[in-house]
């Protein structure tokens, strides 16, 4: 009599297809171990920390439904290095993004950091192409005084960003403005008139 076949021991493609999924896939058990089918191994969060440092596009299916986890399993990563190394995010920042949810400005405010993330983060790719080569022969003087200058570049990009923010926010009230207008005027009044009575 032959054994059953566990799910975990024999890891299949098939899960993984439902969900036109790219790049690396990764398979979730309900023992929450990964399974990288790319290798045919079990693999630590702490891999695919890595493979998202190397660039390399990551997909994280559910291996019984094919559901994509790739966003909660982001996320652990991100929970794990604002409890465990340096915060990226202060209180203040996470109080900020929990107020966006549930706002009509969500939508916008998600494309706007990822934009701003995805340039800094081109920003810092080209940045350590071009002085990977140089770096080794630098002094750790030169280091010392180029932080200031960085500090410098990011408050000047902090404030563009702001601006900018503040000019979108400014169109879409006048465009409420205008709807408003807009919607008394197809019932002949005017929104002065309106407000007068």
């Not at 290798?39 to 190397?54: C, E, F, G, P, R």
């Not at 409890?83 to 209180?91: A, D, N």
């Not at 940045?127 to 570049?153: G, K, L, Y």
Request: with cysteine; hydrophobic share 40%; aromatic share 8%.
């Amino acid at each position: 009599m032959t054994k059953p076949c566990m799910a975990t021991s024999t890891p299949s493609s098939g899960a993984a297809g439902a969900t036109g999924a790219t790049g690396r896939i990764i398979k979730k058990y309900p023992n929450r171990r990964l399974y990288d089918m790319a290798n045919s191994a079990y693999i630590t969060l702490a891999d695919v920390k890595q493979l998202v440092m190397q660039r390399e596009p990551v997909t994280v299916v559910d291996a019984k439904t094919g559901e994509n986890l790739t966003r909660s399993i982001l996320l652990q990563i991100i929970l794990e290095e604002e409890v465990g190394g340096t915060p990226l995010f202060s209180e203040s920042v996470l109080a900020n993004l929990i107020r966006f949810y549930g706002h009509t400005m969500q939508g916008f405010m998600g494309a706007y950091m990822e934009k701003n993330i995805s340039a800094m983060a081109e920003m810092q790719a080209q940045m350590q192409s071009q002085w990977a080569e140089q770096a080794r022969h630098i002094s750790p003087d030169f280091w010392a005084q180029f932080q200031p200058m960085t500090a410098n570049v990011m408050e000047s990009y902090t404030e563009q960003s702001r601006q900018n923010l503040l000019k979108v926010q400014e169109q879409m009230q006048q465009q409420v403005r205008q709807q408003t207008e807009q919607f008394w005027q197809l019932f002949g009044l005017s929104k002065a008139h309106n407000e007068s009575e």
